[in-house]
């Protein structure tokens, strides 16, 4: 099979993270047991997963001038993900996140830093390689009108758009109706239709919109029904990048040509072998071991 062409345009950043028993209310210290820097930003957690799974993946983003950003441009040049449309910004620093892991989920505060920098005139430059692509990927740790840019463009260019519309913001009617897939969580879902029922969502707009439940799967509408595709039951370590490495092999699934169901069957045991490791990336499985899981 001929690999999928993918251009994930999107954030960079370095994980600061903290592991600890027990989460800090306001005004409270804590000791924590570990801690760790790790590549991270979704947009490079979503190419990393995309090449591992065996995508031909190009990043188009930027970091710092700082020892972070060559960090993560030396990770993506280990991990396969084509780098020359990343570009060091000049007295910039990187994008960081900050994770405090206890009680079996995250917190995560988003310090976007270069990452602001990608914007429409920036992505613009790469227009006429995007053309080339099977599918673009984006999410919503960079500027709002780079998003609203980028779905305009793929309308134009005629390649199908996945926007993982994290963190959550109202997104205009514009881009809803210009991205090819949308994957929020409930909580994204929530926020992006106004409080409207997920089914009601989803008969709105079938065969796009895919809600993230966690542990219990994945729902769509078919256009005649609602279908849920559950989830694989495994131990947890760290659900860091869980949802970036659903993205990820959903993404290369859809642009190698499988049928929704087994694109979202695909994404779910990628993202569930995800969340056995440690950090955003540590888990993400290659395309062998999903395969070999999907198998059994």
Do not use: W
């Amino acid at each position: 099979m001929e690999k999928a062409k993918i251009a994930v345009i999107g954030s960079s950043s370095m994980d600061l993270v903290v592991t600890s028993a027990k989460r800090p209310g306001a005004g409270e210290t804590v000791l924590g047991a570990s801690f760790d820097t790790v590549p991270g930003g979704k947009g490079a957690n979503q190419a990393v997963a995309a090449a591992r799974l065996g995508a031909d993946v190009y990043m188009i983003g930027c970091v710092g001038d700082d020892p972070y950003g060559q960090e993560i441009l030396d990770n993506f040049k280990s991990n396969g993900v084509h780098t020359e449309y990343v570009e060091p910004v000049t007295g910039q620093k990187s994008g960081t996140a900050h994770i405090i892991l206890a009680e079996g989920d995250n917190s995560i505060v988003v310090v976007k830093g270069a990452n602001d920098l990608v914007t429409p005139e920036y992505v613009e430059k790469t227009a006429d390689f995007l053309k080339t692509c099977d599918l673009i990927m984006i999410q919503q740790e960079i500027p709002e009108e780079t998003v609203e840019y980028v779905a305009d463009l793929c309308n134009k260019i005629e390649v199908p758009l996945l926007l993982n519309p994290a963190p959550a913001r109202k997104i205009s009617e514009k881009v809803i109706v210009g991205a090819s897939y949308l994957t929020p969580n409930e909580h994204e879902a929530d926020v992006l239709f106004n409080g409207m029922k997920p089914s009601e969502a989803l008969k709105q707009y079938p065969d796009k919109v895919i809600i993230t439940e966690g542990a219990a799967g994945v729902r769509y509408h078919d256009g005649t029904k609602e279908i849920m595709v559950p989830s694989f039951k495994v131990e947890v370590v760290d659900t860091t990048g869980a949802g970036d490495t659903f993205n990820a092999a959903f993404g290369t699934a859809v642009a190698e040509g499988q049928s929704m169901e087994e694109s979202l069957r695909f994404a779910n045991r990628a993202a569930s072998l995800s969340v056995t490791g440690f950090g955003a990336q540590g888990g993400m499985p290659t395309r062998d071991e999903v395969e070999r899981k999907l198998a059994e």
